[in-house]
């Protein structure tokens, strides 16, 4: 990272683009037009958006450091390793019924880009069902697929991958943005399983298609993996959105500020304006407040923007009242609706040792070897994540014995993840395996996120409660016995040995975790419904200045990884604000 300026209490980061402030005394203003509270996914869009008129000034408040020069973000391979380090926020569960009482670890970014820097980069949409269905849900068409189809290609420049192989019959280039912003590429290494995987497609068609193209609106089969990795690097909110051509004087970041609470203004009317940020920076904690002209505009994600409402009085009044936090907005449903994707996998012994234990984990020369390439030229082994085939398939009709709450008839049900081997030690001495990831994409389950004390600074209570009802358990069974058939393709005799993965009741409910998706705490719901806590415009019900654009507002949770719909309701999101303030 380049140093540009250091003086007493002041330190300027030139992180390529917009002004990136460490010391909040060196801000150039104390009012701004939008704060945006969250440099992640959705808040860098908004960020580059509302700035593309020179009129409008912009601050985000991010609460973490800079994403510059952080290897394991930069590097696509290393997305296993973020997971629990300094980058992530480490949150933990409390004990889930549902998985036999266990807590497990919640990951969220904490660096510039937020969990767009920590993920495992998977491009997916989700089906036009899904989208149609938040159209219905709120009553606005505007966020049917239809009308969203122009912001996924506003978003995406989909580019070669890192090797430069011939992609054709990889993807379908007529459904795809190339002028873009944040960059979208097919894998850019073969990995060991890559021909048997697709030799069992040959094999097992009719049961297991091949799809050329999951991004189609109606996916159903397996595919090869889309990624948001460009020049083989992540391509995140901050390298996109805040990326070099960002030298925008309306625009400024302010890193390492932990927003505590949004404020009410003084002022006359029905409804509450709330208008002043209130954060701490810096290693003394001192308080700050920042005030806007326009909005503020919580894009802190499904975890951190409850947890700033709540914190804020804005809330069920009664049982914010029980913790002696003052009521300032009546809102039941912050906080409530937290939906996410549980994720199990099964793993087999394999007698081929062209996998990642072998060629990777257990050669140290190798992984030094593939760190140079990387470093020099962006290519070989880390230019691309561990997965480079995923599924997303329905059942037939006869395998349903539940009653299927997904979006529409043209809505995978579930996801299969085909990787090499293990992604993460520890690694055994010896042996190889092949591993597929079950997903439930339609989960019953839901949760909720709380605060228990009037302390800003603990950690909210996250409660997912996943597999809470037992269809997604059954779900989760059935699509464990999908991906045992997978392997009885001719193509795996020989190579698979043995499973070792036991498919039991228990077996789910102790191995299951999230794969990071969650939704829906602050749901987006019909103007003038009583549930749900912003309108389709997404503007913060029974309050004026407040707008949140996250992952929170989603109703459900969409059948694919959740960056690429938080990015695309980031764009629709930009449009709202520049119609609403007529620029």
């Given amino acids: 990272m380049t140093l540009l300026l250091i003086s007493i209490g002041f330190l300027l980061v030139n992180a390529g683009f917009a002004l990136v402030y460490e010391a909040f005394g060196e801000l150039p203003n104390q009012t701004y037009d939008f704060v945006i509270v969250g440099g992640g996914t959705a808040g860098n869009v908004l960020a580059n958006r509302l700035t593309e008129d020179p009129d409008a000034s912009v601050l985000v408040l991010e609460a973490a450091g800079s994403n510059e020069g952080v290897l394991l973000s930069e590097v696509p391979w290393f997305c296993t390793q973020l997971p629990g380090s300094v980058y992530d926020w480490n949150f933990t569960t409390i004990g889930q019924p549902g998985l036999n009482g266990r807590s497990i670890p919640y990951p969220r970014g904490y660096l510039l880009g937020g969990s767009s820097s920590i993920n495992f980069m998977f491009y997916t949409r989700g089906s036009e069902d899904d989208y149609d269905r938040f159209a219905r849900t709120t009553g606005d068409d505007g966020w049917s697929w239809n009308e969203m189809l122009p912001y996924f290609f506003k978003n995406e420049q989909f580019v070669p991958p890192a090797d430069g192989h011939n992609t054709s019959g990889q993807f379908n280039p007529t459904i795809h943005g190339f002028s873009g912003i944040n960059s979208v590429s097919l894998p850019g ?13 040959d094999e097992l068609a009719e049961e297991y ?24 690097t992540r391509s995140s909110s901050a390298t996109s959105y805040l990326g070099p051509k960002m030298n925008r004087p309306n625009l400024d970041v302010l890193l390492h500020a932990y ?56 809330g069920d009044s009664e049982s914010l009242s029980a913790i002696g936090v003052k009521s300032t907005l009546h809102l ?47 290519t070989g082994f880390l230019s691309s994540p561990p ?6 398939l329905r ?14 008839q043209g809505t995978p049900q579930y996801e299969l993840i085909f990787t090499n081997g293990r992604q993460l030690p520890p690694i055994p001495a010896t042996g190889d395996t092949f591993s597929i990831a079950l997903v439930v994409l339609c989960p019953l389950s839901r949760g909720n996120i709380t605060i228990n004390t009037t302390d800003f600074l603990a950690p909210p209570v996250i409660n997912p409660n996943l597999l809470s009802d037992p269809q997604d358990v059954a779900i989760m069974t059935a699509i464990a016995a999908k991906a045992q058939r997978f392997v009885t ?49 997404l503007l913060l019900k029974g309050a004026r200045g407040v707008r949140i654009v996250d992952a929170s507002v989603l109703p459900f949770i969409p059948s694919a990884h959740t960056q690429v719909p938080v990015y695309a309701f980031a764009e629709r999101a930009a449009d709202l604000i520049k119609e609403a303030w007529k620029y």
């Fill in 332 to 378: 039941p449903s912050v906080g409530q609706n937290v939906t996410d994707h549980p994720r199990w996998a099964l793993l087999w012994s394999i007698s081929d040792n062209n996998t990642f234990e072998s060629v990777y984990w257990r050669n140290a020369t190798f992984q030094q070897e593939s760190l140079t390439e990387w470093r020099e030229s962006r």
């Fill in 259 to 314: 927003v505590t609470r949004i404020l009410l203004q003084d002022s006359e009317g029905s409804e509450p304006h709330f208008n002043t940020v209130e954060f701490m920076h810096g290693s003394d904690g001192a308080i700050h407040t920042i005030t806007t002209n326009r909005e503020i505009i919580l894009s802190a994600g499904a975890i951190g923007t409850p947890h700033i409402l709540l914190n804020s009085g804005i």
């Fill in 209 to 232: 298609p091949f799809e050329l193209d999951y991004n189609n609106g109606n996916p159903n089969g397996i595919g090869w993996v889309q990624s948001t990795v460009g020049n083989g």
């Fill in 189 to 201: 290494y073969p990995r060991g399983s890559d021909v048997k995987v697709l030799q069992a497609l």
């Fill in 489 to 537: 393709a001719s193509t795996w005799k020989d190579y698979i040995l043995s499973p070792l993965t036991n498919v039991t009741d228990d077996n789910i409910r102790n191995g299951t975790s999230t794969i990071y998706h969650p939704v829906g705490s602050a749901s987006m719901s019909p103007v003038g419904a009583d549930w749900g806590v912003v309108d389709p415009n």
């Fill in 387 to 392: 997965a480079t085939q995923v599924g997303f």
């Fill in 395 to 408: 059942f037939s009709e006869e395998e349903v014995t539940w009653d299927d709450r997904c979006a529409g």
